[in-house]
């Protein structure tokens, strides 16, 4: 069975695939009366860094200009931008308002986990959420002249991070090739053979799959992060890379087993956790925070049930909470997007729970047993060489 990630949303567009570049004011205005009577028990939350600069594997794609590097001053290559930093602000700011009461004020060790990638600018944005999210209180203020207190994350080595799948899983990649040659895939791909000899010509290099035009997307909303404009000649074409870059975002998730190989063991995780909670374990983190990349807020998604084709944008939150009835005792789990950071949390309706607010947890966790890997069934199928 494949999953058709949203290729009906994907066709027509969304909001979700809109490339917002401005910086927002902090809200969560969620309104929702079947979340009335409901307390969230643990949370679970993953977001994209914020603006970065391009990384040279980008750049080979469109230019070997040596002074395109003078533009990244002070930040360097694949770094976080002032504007960057603002944005994981933003995404304290709204993980703070969302889950206050559920962490306290005071920085606890025990209430919340962090974990990054081995990236400069997902440690940094870790960092910047979490200024917004624990400003010290008399208590914990270290500094009478410095409204900020260290919060402590920690981070997988890049060869055995199970989040930078994309690195680390073969398998995954194989399947992900294939995809390519599904019948569904090469329809939507069929009608942008002129973009691909259009941005090869412009570009001199060999451009032949939505991967490497979704690459050139983001090399474009790179350099706009260090003032550099899009060439007109690629302006002129931004409508069919956008619907490119959602066709390859379909790809990536497009079955079971790509969910899999991308987000099947965080998902393991999270199941751990909220069955472990539900059977009366107190003694664990009550918020779990991922900072990462946009592929991973896009792959736990996919792996919940609630995705439709599109790249995330910079800052980005996904949450899966698990909430308890107060009158009724029963469990179940809200998935919540904010797809702008700092913006509005919306409450996204779990494919296979009809349009409930809260699907009934063992509802949930029936439906994830096909996307679910162990650690030891990872390690197998996405061998890893130290």
Same mark, same amino acid.
């Given at each position: 069975m494949k999953f058709m990630v949203g290729l009906l949303f994907l066709v027509v567009g969304g909001a979700w695939g809109q490339d917002v570049t401005g910086v927002v004011e902090p809200g969560n205005d969620v309104v929702d009366d079947e979340l009335t009577g409901t307390d969230v028990v643990l949370a679970f939350?993953?977001?994209r860094h914020g603006d970065r600069t391009p990384d040279e594997e980008e750049l080979v794609l469109f230019s070997t200009d040596p002074k395109y590097k003078e533009y990244f001053f002070p930040y360097g290559m694949k770094a976080l931008t002032n504007k960057g930093?603002?944005?994981?602000?933003?995404?304290?700011q709204y993980l703070r308002q969302r889950y206050d009461g559920l962490i306290s004020n005071l920085y606890l060790p025990d209430e919340i986990t962090v974990r990054t990638t081995d990236y400069a600018r997902t440690k940094m944005t870790a960092l910047t959420a979490l200024a917004a999210m624990y400003p010290p209180p008399p208590a914990q203020q270290w500094n009478p002249m410095l409204d900020w207190q260290p919060i402590p994350y920690d981070t997988l080595a890049p060869d055995v991070d199970d989040l930078l799948y994309w690195y680390n899983c073969p398998r995954y990649l194989s399947l992900r090739n294939k995809v390519y040659e599904y019948p569904e895939i090469k329809m939507l791909v069929s009608p942008y053979q002129s973009l691909f000899t +259009?941005?090869?010509?412009?570009?001199?290099?060999?451009? *032949?799959?939505?991967? #490497?035009?979704?690459?050139?997307?983001?090399?474009?909303?790179?350099l706009e992060n260090v003032g550099i404009s899009t060439p007109k000649w690629a302006e002129e074409k931004m409508p069919q890379i956008k619907e490119m870059t959602k066709i390859e975002y379909a790809a990536e998730f497009f079955t079971p087993e790509l969910t899999k190989y991308a987000s099947g063991l965080l998902m393991a995780e999270i199941l751990n956790a909220t069955n472990a909670a539900i059977n009366g374990d107190t003694d664990q983190p009550k918020l779990r925070l991922y900072s990462?990349?946009?592929?991973?807020?896009?792959?736990?998604?996919?792996?919940?049930?609630? +995705?439709?084709?599109?790249?995330?944008?910079?800052?980005? *939150?996904?949450?899966? #909470?698990?909430?308890?009835?107060r009158n009724t005792g029963q469990y179940g789990i809200t998935a919540v997007y904010a797809p702008i950071a700092g913006g509005v949390g919306e409450i996204l309706p779990i494919q296979g729970c009809g349009d409930q607010a809260i699907c009934d947890y063992n509802t949930f966790v029936n439906l994830m047993q096909d996307i679910l890997i162990t650690p030891e069934e990872f390690r197998q199928k996405c061998p890893i060489t130290a």
């Amino acid at each position: 069975m494949k999953f058709m990630v949203g290729l009906l949303f994907l066709v027509v567009g969304g909001a979700w695939g809109q490339d917002v570049t401005g910086v927002v004011e902090p809200g969560n205005d969620v309104v929702d009366d079947e979340l009335t009577g409901t307390d969230v028990v643990l949370a679970f939350a993953i977001f994209r860094h914020g603006d970065r600069t391009p990384d040279e594997e980008e750049l080979v794609l469109f230019s070997t200009d040596p002074k395109y590097k003078e533009y990244f001053f002070p930040y360097g290559m694949k770094a976080l931008t002032n504007k960057g930093k603002m944005r994981g602000y933003l995404v304290g700011q709204y993980l703070r308002q969302r889950y206050d009461g559920l962490i306290s004020n005071l920085y606890l060790p025990d209430e919340i986990t962090v974990r990054t990638t081995d990236y400069a600018r997902t440690k940094m944005t870790a960092l910047t959420a979490l200024a917004a999210m624990y400003p010290p209180p008399p208590a914990q203020q270290w500094n009478p002249m410095l409204d900020w207190q260290p919060i402590p994350y920690d981070t997988l080595a890049p060869d055995v991070d199970d989040l930078l799948y994309w690195y680390n899983c073969p398998r995954y990649l194989s399947l992900r090739n294939k995809v390519y040659e599904y019948p569904e895939i090469k329809m939507l791909v069929s009608p942008y053979q002129s973009l691909f000899t +259009y941005l090869s010509s412009k570009t001199g290099n060999n451009i *032949t799959t939505p991967e #490497e035009v979704f690459y050139l997307d983001n090399l474009f909303q790179a350099l706009e992060n260090v003032g550099i404009s899009t060439p007109k000649w690629a302006e002129e074409k931004m409508p069919q890379i956008k619907e490119m870059t959602k066709i390859e975002y379909a790809a990536e998730f497009f079955t079971p087993e790509l969910t899999k190989y991308a987000s099947g063991l965080l998902m393991a995780e999270i199941l751990n956790a909220t069955n472990a909670a539900i059977n009366g374990d107190t003694d664990q983190p009550k918020l779990r925070l991922y900072s990462a990349h946009e592929n991973n807020v896009a792959a736990l998604m996919s792996a919940a049930r609630v +995705y439709q084709a599109h790249q995330p944008n910079y800052g980005a *939150t996904f949450s899966i #909470e698990l909430r308890r009835h107060r009158n009724t005792g029963q469990y179940g789990i809200t998935a919540v997007y904010a797809p702008i950071a700092g913006g509005v949390g919306e409450i996204l309706p779990i494919q296979g729970c009809g349009d409930q607010a809260i699907c009934d947890y063992n509802t949930f966790v029936n439906l994830m047993q096909d996307i679910l890997i162990t650690p030891e069934e990872f390690r197998q199928k996405c061998p890893i060489t130290a």
